[in-house]
């Protein structure tokens, strides 16, 4: 993933997205029960990734920690 991150948490529905890049034409993938990630259609490079039900997974509001399966390699 390449680019400018973007995150976005949506309260109602308990929704977090987490996006690098600019989107792109893409298609949804569920990798686990509730998690789901983003691919470009012609790259298959993942765009973002999104979680169901984030607050409950999450063990407090303060000190937020989800194991993510998926491997982000960031330039140093």
């Given at each position: 993933m390449k680019g400018p991150m973007r995150v976005y948490?949506?309260?109602e529905g308990d929704f977090l997205e987490i996006s690098?890049?600019?989107p792109t034409?893409?298609?949804a993938e569920?990798?686990?029960e509730g998690v789901f990630i983003r691919k470009d259609e012609k790259t298959e490079e993942i765009k973002s990734i999104g979680i169901?039900?984030?607050k409950k997974r999450a063990?407090?509001?303060q000190d937020i920690e989800?194991?993510?399966p998926v491997e982000i390699t960031l330039p140093s």
């Open positions: 948490y949506d309260e690098v890049g600019k034409k893409s298609y569920e990798i686990q169901l039900s984030f063990k407090t509001l989800v194991d993510v």
